[in-house]
């Protein structure tokens, strides 16, 4: 029976605490979403059962209702009408939603929302540097080549211009210029400065000042800084609204410019400067006490606490202190083991339950998830199983604070941020044995106590092989999903299809490496609240449809295509995680809804560099969102596969 759309909306609204209770409303390809005033006027419990809500969960202040697609837009519809509020915009809903949090988590998501795009700039230059060492070090005779000088040059690149980059990255957050933001950031850096890792050799004496207007300024550079040049670049930013809202129009092109770089640079080098980086340097020394406190016990307290500010979606708040030891000079980052080993005991709690579960879709879940978390992907393993099981949580904390214990007393350092796990090996080459031995240690003990703890008879309720997908984050949650379980899909009422002839053999829409469900970077998708189905990292920005069929939806942001083809099969092709925030710039749309296509039809295109260097993930899932109805829906091959190979067989 089809969903009742206007019921499905009612029974929302009835239980959201009322109008005055909702701020905004707008919904993307899958999800409604929600801001509200006071979450606690909420019937979570009610929603959770509402037929039609696949599952609820709370994330940077927004309250989301799993739909699906070709759904969620008609349930939409209906709820503006029951709640007489008038649609808004995902840009809207999402500004609503960071100005409820605190400012607390608004500073924290402000500076995962700098870092997080310049993070494979970080970790290029990180990975080469550490190997350039390395090999320097095993071939005496490579040390002094001219490739040795070359490689060097190209691996200390990013770390010598890193307040450029920030610059650059804090502009776009702030809303202010790019182009102006990076001109700050070169002044902080400018030659005619002194290095400012020459200042701490040079008596006070020595440093030349200016004297501008009674304000003495240093003629010290920034380099290694962090915090004053986003400190610096807010300001530029807040500067630049202000100007363009009073200069005159006809005006404002040559005045706005010139006052925000003047204005802001004086103050920079001025104020700003000093003032942050004395501030700075205490957090790092804060940072580097905390690592070294009662001989590694601060570092084993927070290898222990290290998941929880994953759930709480704050863990990119290290990523300044990470930075900010990477960029002294000749700085390695100590804070790289603690993640390391948090993240890897996950992975092998993670693994233990997987192992261990006798219920196959659980095995499907943890086990993938795990791999994921030893690569330094945590959120699967973690969201997807750890939290929502608790015991296994515990025990990855355990081993997590173990393992930091020994990374700490090993005085492992990196030479880049932004990698753990296995990888991690790329950026600690001179501390190889340590690291596999606190790598070891973590999983050990995370695997062994899990083993022990974890009883298979705690899933009692998902026996009957329907696990429910678990607390999901779409980019740092803050919540848990409370996924819907025991009730009957139109599939499971008009009973499945019996094993046999293929109903429908959908095609690979994008070439790529096809990737389990379960290793796809979004717990929703990977957990198959949506469907079952794989993940493609595409090589080549190209959608195509995977058979004959007709378009069921499309999506204002343009990244996500609904598709119905033979024997009743409903298809989602979601291009990216997280890339509704894009607002379809890098996307071009070639089809309408409504549309009948053919198999090979371009449908499709998007920019797979501009989706990366927004700081997104360009992994594309391939769902049957209605595979309930059918018996199976297997995946044909993992690994690399061409377009039009096919992909999934639906029986």
Known sequence: MALDYAKCAKEIYENLG??????????????????????????????????????????????????????????????????????????EVKAAAAAKQPLPKRIIKALGDVFVPILPAIVASGLMMGLVEALGKAIPAFAGSDWYGILDLF?????????????????????????????????????????????????????????????????????GHVIPVIMAVWLMSQLEKRLHKAVPEMIDLFVTPLCTVLITGFLTLGIIGPIFSVAENY??????????????IGSMIMGALYPLTVVCGIHHMYNVIEAGMLSAEGGLNIWMPIASAANFAQGAACLAVGLKAKNHKMKAVAIPSSLSAALGITEPAIFGV????????????????????????????????????????????????????TLAVSFAIAFALTWAVWKDEEEEEN??????????????????????????????????????????????????????????PDPIFAGGILGDGVGIDP???????????????????????????????????????????????????????????????????????KIREAGYSPVTAVLVANSAMFASCRPEKLGEISQQEPLITVR
Not at 179 to 202: K, T, Y
Not at 205 to 214: A, N, Q, T, Y
Not at 285 to 290: K, L, P, V
């Open 18 to 91: 009322g109008r005055s209770n909702l701020v905004s409303a707008a919904h993307c390809a899958t999800r409604l979403r929600l801001v509200t005033v006071d979450n606690s006027k909420i019937d979570m419990k009610k929603l959770e059962n509402i037929d039609g809500v696949k599952g609820v969960f709370s994330n940077n202040g927004q309250l989301q209702l799993i739909i699906g697609t070709g759904t969620v837009n008609k349930v939409y519809d209906e709820f503006l009408k029951v709640s007489g509020m008038t649609a808004a915009t995902k840009e």
């Open 155 to 223: 691996a200390n690149t990013a770390f010598t211009f890193l307040p450029v980059l920030i610059a650059i990255s804090a502009a776009r957050v702030f809303g202010g210029n790019l182009f102006l933001g990076a001109v700050i950031g070169m002044i902080m850096i400018h030659p005619n400065l002194i290095n400012a890792w020459s200042v701490a050799g040079m008596e006070a004496s020595e440093i030349p000042v200016w004297h501008i207007l009674g304000l003495p300024i240093r003629q010290v550079g920034y380099q």
């Open 283 to 296: 957090v790092l020394d804060f940072a580097q006490w905390i690592i070294s406190v009662g001989h590694g």
């Open 386 to 437: 750890n939290l929502r099981l608790v015991k296994p949580l515990v025990c990855g904390m355990i081993g997590g604070a173990a393992g930091a214990l020994l990374g700490a007393m090993f005085h492992i350092g990196a030479t880049s941020y932004g990698v753990t796990g296995i990888p991690g090996f790329l950026i600690t080459l001179d501390y190889t044995a340590q690291y596999a031995i």
């Open 463 to 520: 026996k009957e092989e329907d696990v429910p997908p678990a607390a999901a984050s779409e980019n740092e949650m803050q919540g848990t999903v409370q996924a819907r379980t025991g009730k009957e899909t139109e599939g499971q009422e008009a009973g499945l299809q019996e094993e046999g002839q293929p109903v429908c053999r959908i095609l690979a829409p994008v070439a790529g490496k096809v990737i389990p469900l379960a290793e796809i």
């Open 539 to 609: 090589e080549v920005g190209e959608v195509c449809a995977p058979f004959d069929g007709t378009i069921a939806s499309t999506t204002d942001t343009l990244h996500a295509i609904g598709l119905t083809g033979p024997g009743g099969v409903e298809m989602l092709i979601h291009v990216g995680i997280d890339t509704v925030n894009m607002k379809g710039e890098g996307f071009q749309l070639l089809v309408k809804m409504g549309d009948t296509v053919k198999a090979g039809q371009k449908l499709l295109t998007f920019d797979i560099n």
